[in-house]
């Protein structure tokens, strides 16, 4: 499709870049982050009212750049959802002042409009620059407190990690270019279907590409980076860090490897089931010992990241199903369990576990709302995470991947460990002070949210399962 | 559309529990009066639906079935018959006269009374529900307030025992998990169903299949039961849990685990349960013999009544391994008949370490004559307990037993033995409580109140009346237990 007939379909988009040049622009005017905060939502509102609603693929856009297709738009609204919440969790956040407020929001909405680009990209060349500019962003973000050393060093072990793995990526595509001649995907699928390829070759870029993205869904051994990055990072941005590019990073890895690779399908699948296991494992086994909740919800992150790959790795109808699911739920749970964690902080000025001593008791509506986060993050029934985990165990179990299942349900016993834990410390324990914080609307709202969210997808889960239907390859 | 009852049993708990979180939390009498009457009519309804209830039938009865997912076929589908309608009355009566019992809870008292009825949801909503998706979400519904009552309200060891129990439980149920899903997806056309699934509508399963399907719902099944080796998280958990709360674990969730058998193992995995029978019998054996051993030697009164529901938790198993229509009966009613009975040695140990803030054997003596009402109540439960004739206990071991003779004959013959242990035991337990001389430091000790007897005497009463006539509840079973033992393949004997 041409640039001026592409336009029409690139409207939320534009609406977004749009708002982050206004609210650059405003920042310098009013230093207020809530009224900034609610012109981006009315942004991200919008945004969303204009989305194609395209639930057949219509077509490439700009040259075969991007694709505009109802799996890219799922993603899209994922992003929209990730955004509002982080947003409105932002606005909460005591540590970020008012002065730069303006240059907060801009950075986050042109992450939003980076990774809006990356979900629909279809060029290897267009997923590598928006990813590039998503890590480029969540860099300056993570250093975002300037006078916080922890922050300054987050960030750079953050860009270290970062640009490793996106070189790595950027020399798999290179082998993909000598041996099709081009990085357009669609070209690529229909070159292996009709004429094949060295397999070797073939399987060696698929291998980097998977690194690369291994960094962004945050995959071990690319994990290094998740502890100190997620521990030192403004709270809001680790909430954004660990639902946000996470979620892209695996809507890529379907579109590279599900769809346009599927071929390849055998040549890859025991890495990355290897990598599933060993990540689920270690994600959990090291977040047993944890003593500060947000490196203890980084490690969580990687294990729930693992359980996503299942469903990635089974790669049937029914598997992609179950990772599109299971990114609703995480999303809702993890942006709400770090809600939690700021509406906490605020008030104690601690992310260590053992402050939570006694939250049940000093501010009971707190305590109830992260304890259903964190349960529903353990897979307990009727919670979202737990029909997120049933269906990508009925995948696994579906194709006769047997280990994986196992692997998977031993492992959310494992996890019960360290998710209790917490809830322990806030119900079991006697409080340790009696501070207490007014607490922030938009804050509050967010986390009402998230948690009307996974109990409603939780226990009537059929429009979300139409919805996700509606919206595969 | 007919009233639907059994949904009004199940929800019932839950809803006065979330009108509980809208009441403020000082005014505990409104708390109370609103979870006594939830459980109340919890009961009453109970009840209706026994009168209501054509024990010539084997076939579901109330039945409930609403689509609730059907992308992947689940249905919010309820019912009872023969095998879950006795576990339902014990549910609900157990649930009244325990939330009776938790008036001596004094801190926290919202928080308690709203776990307290999501409990009762959980529980109730696994005996009725005939959806393996919906059984599996109320069979974990269940650990998270079980976590809680014991974790706040438990004794010194509170902690350990709450997380031990939440860690156990789940490991047993995610492999059940799988178990259903392998169900699922062998079953033509796919089904979440369990009567679809035992029909035979849904294709048959080979047996090696059943086998592995049978170990992880085993996995589940035996863990709650307990089975050994799997009984170790039972005595931590009943020592620190509050003694509402003993009751109802000793009670009913013992009982989930022989109801999966009844319901889903058995009924569904028919090979396997037959090519199991071996095992299950010399487990039965094991937890008989081996409990009764274990609670003769404990100086803690909770924790020998602990061990000795893994020794009565035995003759299930063997009545189960016995394939025949009385094993079947007798294990069955046994389930029913030990809940009642240990449910209320609970409640009496219960009144004693309220008075006494102690609960080893070892410090009492002579108590008998300080309160005779307490001795009297203590000495029928203990009595029913060890299986004395016109009491309801003996009716089931016997039944239990005289299956198990059929099939297996020797372990049969040693599991007896389990009775004179367990005589052994309760009966060296009345000597010291009650008997001989009166210890100095409980010479102010007060006899048991009304409210406490309140909750005891309606147990005692079925104790004897089941003793007595053991028909008006065996009527309930048999139909639905001989259409079991005829599908499976077993002894009509």
Known sequence: MSVSASIGYFLPELILAGAAIAVLIAGLFIRNKAVLGALCLAAIILSICNMPHSFQATGPLFSNMLINDSFSEFFKEITLLVMGLVILISIGYKPLDDESAGEYYFLLMSAAVAMMLAAASDNLIMIYISLEAISLISYILTAFLKHNRSSSEAALKYFLFGTLSTGVMLYGISFIYGLFGTTDLSAISSALLSSGVNGLAASVSLILIFAGLSFKCALIPFHMWVPDTYQGAPTPITAFLSAGPKAIGFAILIRIFLKNFFPMFPDWVDIVQAVSIITMTAGNILAINQEDIKRMLGYSSIAQAGYILIGFVVGTSLGIQAVMYYIIAYVLMNIGAFGCVILVFNSIKSDCIEEYSGLSRREPALAFCLTVFLLSLAGIPPLAGFFGKFMVFAAAIQSKYYMLAIAGVINSVLAVFYYVKVIKFMYLNDPRTSVKEPKPFPAKLAIIIALIGILVIGLFPVPFINWIGNSLL | ?493
């Open chain 2, 1 to 493: 559309m007919p009233f639907p009852l059994l949904t009004a049993i199940t929800f019932m708990p839950l809803l006065a529990g979330i009108i509980i979180l809208l009441v403020p939390k000082n005014r505990t009498g409104l708390i109370k009066g609103i979870a006594t009457a939830a459980t109340g009519i919890v009961l009453v309804l109970s009840i209706l639906m026994l009168t209501g209830f054509d024990y010539n039938s084997s076939a579901m009865q109330f039945s409930e079935n609403l689509s609730w997912i059907p992308q992947v076929n689940i249905n919010y589908h309820l019912g009872v018959d023969g095998i879950s309608i006795g576990l339902i009355f014990l549910t609900a009566l157990l649930g009244f006269l325990a939330c009776v019992g938790s008036y001596g809870i004094k801190e926290r008292q919202k928080e308690y009374y709203f776990l307290y009825l999501l409990l009762n949801t959980g529980m109730l909503g696994t005996f009725l529900a005939l959806d393996l998706f919906l059984f599996y979400v109320f069979w974990e519904v269940v650990l998270v307030p079980m976590y809680f009552l014991i974790g706040i309200w438990g004794g010194p060891r509170k902690e350990y025992a709450a997380i031990k129990f939440f860690i156990y439980t789940l490991a047993g149920s995610v492999f059940m998990l799988l178990s259903i899903l392998a169900l699922y997806f062998a079953s033509q056309p796919h089904t979440f169903n369990m009567l679809e699934l035992a029909s035979g509508n849904c294709g048959v399963f080979a047996k090696g299949f059943q086998i592995i399907v049978f170990a992880g719902f085993y996995l589940g099944f035996a863990i709650k039961v307990p089975v050994f080796p799997f009984h170790t998280w039972l005595p931590d958990a009943h020592v620190e849990a509050p003694t509402p709360i003993s009751v109802l674990l000793a009670g009913v969730l013992l009982k989930m685990g022989g109801y999966g058998f009844f319901r889903i193992s058995y009924p569904i995995l028919k090979d396997a349960a037959i090519y199991f029978a071996l095992p299950f019998a010399i487990l039965g054996l094991i937890n008989i013999v081996y409990g009764a051993f274990v609670a003769m030697a404990q100086t803690d009164f909770k924790k020998m009544v602990a061990y000795s529901s893994v020794s009565h938790m035995g003759f299930v198993m063997l009545g189960l391994a016995s394939m025949t229509i009385t094993g079947f009966n007798g294990a069955l009613l046994q389930m029913f008949n030990h809940g009642i009975i240990t449910g209320g040695l609970f409640l009496l140990v219960g009144v004693l370490y309220d008075r006494a803030h102690t609960r080893d054997i070892d410090k009492f003596g002579g108590l008998g004559a300080k309160m005779p009402v307490y001795a009297g109540v203590l000495t029928v439960f203990t009595l029913a307990s060890l299986g004395l004739p016109g009491l309801s206990g003996f009716v089931s071991e016997f039944m239990s037993l005289m299956g198990g003779f059929i099939s297996f004959r020797l372990i049969t013959a040693i599991s007896v033995l389990g009775i004179v242990i367990t005589a052994g035991y309760f009966l060296y337990m009345i000597q010291r409580v009650l008997l001989g001389p009166l210890n100095n430091a409980w010479t102010g000790i007060s006899d048991i109140n009304k409210r406490e007897l309140f909750t005891l005497v309606p147990l005692m009463a079925v104790v004897i009346a089941i003793g007595v006539y053991p028909l008006m509840i065996l009527n309930y079973q048999s139909a639905a237990i001989a259409k079991l033992i005829q599908d499976i393949g077993g002894l009509l004997l």
